[in-house]
């Protein structure tokens, strides 16, 4: 035993001290790779060889490719050579002198050669060997060093992490992923995915020539994030440069191999492997539903993906051309418009109705030019053949220089999609006669709207979609195995030891504590009667009692997901109760029977804050000094969960619905030390539920799992800049196009503007030296490293000290997720992408 392993360290150092005796992954000119013989990338990620896809009938064709080297058979096959030239007995690979690759077969006949490096070959330096990559690509340079061919330039089925599909401006040309014909036979089949060359500003899927799915229009080029889960972000990057446009993605450290596939039915799959079982796991695949496919509702209808089943409809102000037929589920009609639009002159008589979260329809044409929303609208107003226009702001992520992109649409509106509020959409603008029309042609939606936009999450880069669908699944799957557990209780003992926890000198007994009872609960609510609801949140529900002393009181019944035991769950109340600052809610006692558990509060009249901040009649009740105390009150708060109190307590789900106003106005922070009462997996668990407070989650929570006192800093940060602004961070409106409100925030205060982020409908107006210093405050805290991100002390002396203090501040570093691509140091080759997207995930820690 000793020997082998003697021998294994001399092997080790042998391999260590010649890496040219070990250089397997490398072919050189000369050198033949057979049959049986594999190169293995340095890291041993994928191996070069030969394969047949069908062992077990004997292996007729022989095929070169890439393929996973430690996921066990069969083989998952990445990149395919010679896909339409099999080999029947023996093939070879070689290297020419030439630098090109050639296969050929046992008769020394070439089935597949790689273009060579061109020139003069005859030079007298021999070209570099072959490389294969631990990405999965096989690497020929030419002699002076460039590459002169690769295997991710030519992928087969397969788009995997650091392979770019790309699209030239210059020749319209671009690489595309081809289907096998069936899974039997990597031979290109009918189905292709790549950039649109007619717009580039989306993803086709072919079938044959046809386009057969198309994925939303960009709205940006920028790092785009998806978590796959805990601690797994899928990066993808859009990068446009003068010369080429071009997608790839990257996945956090540790992920396991993870995928995206045409299959030769049609399908565009993101697959992750699954240890656990040793499998693939098919996380999201493409088209969604029945009615995604290309044009399936005809012209001027839109498949409504958030409808469930998914149904074909007609667009605003459209009907069936057929009602017989669209009944009858045959949509190639499409629809017509209800009301013809007026004689064309001089852009009277239109407006333009806007259907919010659409994937807009194809076939668009791109005004280019520096736009504001209005000015597209009026191009598109001024236009008789104009039918409809959609308009994003690119500011923070333009490659080019362009700043806003306008795309109108002359002609057929086919393929839309309504894709729901999360889902990446856009508003679409209709042209339609100025009477069925709520929109001025500015675009701004009057009060009457006939549609009324969901307040939609910020939610502008491609793919984002992709993050929802996921969580959807995870969130889904998440709630069964949830409700699997409840259905066996008593599984975990209440065995506790809190009070040693409180340490010395307390008296857990003295605390007047009442543990009340079930039945007086269950008669002060009416039974939780729905006229009693006042509130409900991720965890539980929450009601206006009367207690039999007269006293009102907030009760909060907690869903039932809390694995704790009713003994433990009273001790962790009874700390929590020992949490008391004037600027949190006090808990006044709890009950506990059978599954039941209650928390019973202070009552609060005036309720949320989000209730009023975000209310257009009420909002202007809050004026400067109102909002400057709430905002110092909920930093004294926050301070004393982490800092002052004996026990450091993380809230985890600070937002502006968790601050309740008390009749002066002053804030009391609502829900703390859930995580306490809850068990902390629990909390993770309800926080991922909650998905509506997303935009409060710092980005090392939702990248992985670690949570810590800056993770409520961040959320403090979100909460501060929405008082400031009276804007919810999930809005779309009001922040002029931007993907988010912090990224508005960041480029307001980068141009000296912060004042414009102040609420207008303030009374009184504001000090703008504190308006400004909160700002500033609030940048800092939403920074995406948590280890600059301030401690809610340093937070609460800068607001105490008011405007004095700004001068020594840090200046806000841009928040990472909107991380460029388009700066001008960054040109579009591989390595800087990579060397971007790295940048961002780093930041992003
Ligand atoms: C390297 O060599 C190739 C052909 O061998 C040629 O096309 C290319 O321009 C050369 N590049 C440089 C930087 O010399
Ligand atoms: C390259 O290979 C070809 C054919 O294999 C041979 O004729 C030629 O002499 C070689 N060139 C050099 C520079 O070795
Ligand atoms: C793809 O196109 C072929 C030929 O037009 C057709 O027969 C086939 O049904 C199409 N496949 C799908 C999935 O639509
Ligand atoms: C692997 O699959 C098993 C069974 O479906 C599942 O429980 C587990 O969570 C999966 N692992 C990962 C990392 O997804
Ligand atoms: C783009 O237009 C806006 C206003 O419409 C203007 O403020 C800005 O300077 C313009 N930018 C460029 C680069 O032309
Ligand atoms: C109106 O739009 C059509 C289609 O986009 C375009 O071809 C035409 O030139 C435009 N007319 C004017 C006057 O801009």
Not at 225 to 232: D, F, N, Q, R, V
Not at 264 to 293: E, H, I, K
Not at 520 to 540: C, E, H, P, Q, Y
Not at 773 to 794: A, Y
């Amino acid at each position: 035993m000793d020997l082998s392993r003697s021998v294994a360290v001399l092997v080790l150092i042998v391999a260590v001290c010649f890496p040219s005796a070990s250089a397997e992954d490398q072919l050189a000119v000369g050198e033949r790779l057979l049959v049986e013989q594999t190169l293995v990338s340095d890291g041993g990620a994928f191996a070069l060889g030969f394969f047949s896809p069908d062992d077990a009938a004997g292996p007729t064709r022989r095929y070169l490719g890439i393929w996973y080297n430690s996921i066990p058979a069969p083989r998952t096959v990445v990149w395919v050579g010679n896909r339409d030239a099999p080999a029947a007995g023996s093939p070879t690979l070689a290297l020419a002198n030439d630098s090109s690759l050639v296969v050929s077969d046992a008769d020394g006949r070439v089935l597949w050669r790689t273009p060579g490096a061109g020139g003069s070959s005859s030079s007298s330096s021999s070209p570099p060997p072959a490389l294969l990559t631990n990405e999965g690509n096989l690497v020929v340079r030419s002699p002076n060093g460039t590459v002169a061919w690769q295997s991710f330039d030519h992928p087969t089925d397969t788009f995997v992490p650091g392979m770019k599909v790309r699209l030239s401006h210059l020749t319209g040309e671009g690489n595309r992923i081809v289907s096998w014909k069936s899974p039997g036979d990597p031979a290109p089949g009918s189905f292709s995915y790549g950039l649109d060359p007619g717009t580039s500003l989306q993803l086709l899927m072919w079938n044959g020539t046809r386009p057969y799915w198309r994925t939303p229009v960009w709205k940006g080029y920028a790092v785009a994030s998806m978590y796959l889960s805990a601690g797994t972000v899928l990066y993808t990057a859009i990068v446009d440069t003068e010369e080429e446009i071009s997608i790839a993605f990257t996945l956090s450290g540790g992920a396991a191999p993870t995928r995206y596939v045409v299959t030769s039915t049609g399908r565009f799959q993101l697959l992750s492997w699954n240890s656990t079982v040793s499998a693939w796991a098919t996380l999201l695949s493409w088209p969604s539903s029945g009615c995604s496919t290309y044009k399936r509702c005809g012209a001027y209808g839109y498949c409504d993906v958030t409808a469930a089943p998914a149904a074909c409809r007609c667009l605003d102000g459209f009907e069936p051309a057929s009602a017989s037929e669209w009944g009858a589920g045959v949509f190639e009609q499409g629809c017509r418009r209800k009301e013809a639009l007026p004689p064309c002159g001089g852009g009277m008589g239109v407006g333009f109705v806007p259907m919010p979260t659409m994937k807009v329809p194809d076939k668009f044409s791109l005004d280019t030019g520096n736009r504001s929303a209005e000015e597209c609208a009026a191009r598109c107003a001024a236009n008789c053949s104009c039918e409809a226009y959609a308009y994003a702001n690119l500011q923070s992520s333009s490659a080019k220089g362009e700043l806003s992109r306008c795309i109108v649409w002359a002609g057929e509106l086919v393929d839309a999609q309504m894709i729901g509020p999360r889902w990446g959409g856009e508003t679409l603008y209709l042209r339609v006669p100025v009477a069925a029309a709520s929109t001025s042609p500015g675009g701004k939606a009057s009060r009457n709207a006939v549609k009324i936009a969901v307040p939609v999450s910020a939610a502008v880069l491609l793919l984002t979609c992709i993050l929802f669908l996921w969580f959807c699944r995870f969130r889904d799957k998440r709630r069964k195995t949830e409700s699997q557990k409840t259905l066996m209780p008593g599984t975990r003992t209440g065995t506790t030891n809190t009070s040693s926890e409180i340490g010395e000198g307390d008296h857990t007994g003295d605390l007047e504590f009442p543990s009340i009872r079930f039945a007086d609960i269950v008669a002060a609510t009416g039974n939780f009667s729905k006229a009693l609801m006042i509130g409900r949140g991720g965890f539980g529900k929450v009601y206006k009692a009367k207690l039999d002393g007269g006293q009102v009181v907030a009760v909060k019944r907690l869903s039932k997901d809390s694995e704790q035991g009713a003994e433990e769950f009273k001790n962790e109340a009874i700390l929590i109760a020992k949490l008391q600052h004037r600027n949190l809610v006090r808990l006044l006692g709890c009950c506990t029977e059978g599954a039941e558990k209650l928390l019973i509060y202070e009552y609060l009249p005036n309720k949320g804050l989000d209730a009023i901040l975000f209310d257009r009649a009420r909002k202007a009740v809050l004026d400067w000094p109102t909002r400057l105390g709430i905002i110092k009150g909920v930093a004294r708060g926050l301070l004393y969960l982490h800092q002052d109190s004996r026990l450091t307590v993380i809230h985890r789900d600070l937002k502006a619905s968790n601050v309740l106003l008390d009749a002066e106005m002053r804030p009391k922070i609502a829900d703390f030390g859930m995580a306490k009462i809850f068990g902390d997996n629990q909390v993770k668990a309800n926080t991922r539920k909650v998905v509506g407070t997303y935009g409060y989650i710092a980005p090392e929570y939702s990248t992985e799992g670690v949570f810590s006192v800056k993770s409520d800093v961040y959320s403090f940060g979100v909460l501060l800049l929405e008082i400031v602004s009276g804007i919810r961070v999930s809005a779309t409106e009001g922040i002029m196009e931007f993907p988010s409100l912090i990224i508005y925030a960041w480029s307001l205060w980068r141009e000296g503007k912060a004042g414009k982020l102040v609420d207008p409908s303030m009374a009184g107006g504001c000090s703008q030296d504190e308006a400004s210093l909160c700002i500033h405050v609030g940048l800092l805290c939403v920074e995406d490293d948590p280890s600059r991100r301030p401690l809610m002390s340093s937070v609460v002396s800068i607001l105490e000290n008011g405007s004095a203090s700004s001068l020594s501040l840090p200046t806000p570093v841009q928040p990472a997720f909107i991380e460029m691509m388009g700066e001008k140091s960054q040109r579009s080759d591989l390595e800087n992408t990579r060397n971007t997207m790295a940048m961002t995930v780093l930041q992003g820690r």
